[in-house]
């Protein structure tokens, strides 16, 4: 989708660390990160949010790429994050799942 930083992100038309890609996803560590590891796993497809998914095998990607991500970083404990919509904290409206470790995390979260 035009003007969508994360289509960009997944075309590589904008740079970022990558840290994992298949056909379907990419995984890139967030800008701004909350965590000693924040990265964030995007459907190479645009869906504004988990409102709009209505397609099995992204959702089905999406899990597979986190299960991927961890594996390969060697992460046991992380936290898996959808934001979705502004008033839950969504700023970029194209789907991701923030995997965040490395540090104690609260719960409840803000
Ligand atoms: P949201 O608030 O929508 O759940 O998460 C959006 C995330 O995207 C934020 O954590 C923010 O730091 C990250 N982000 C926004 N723009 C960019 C960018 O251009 N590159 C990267 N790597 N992360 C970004
Ligand atoms: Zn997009």
New binding site residues.
Partial sequence: MENC?FCK?ANKE?P?TLVYEDDATVA?????P?APVHI?VIPKKHFASLNELNDKNTMSALFTAVQNVTKKLGITEYRT?I?TGESA????FHL?I?ILAGRPLLWPPG
């Avoid at 890139?28 to 701004?32: E, G, H, R």
């Fill in positions: 930083i992100i904008i970022s890139f560590n967030d800008l701004n909350q964030l994050v934001n904290g969504q700023t970029v991701h923030h």
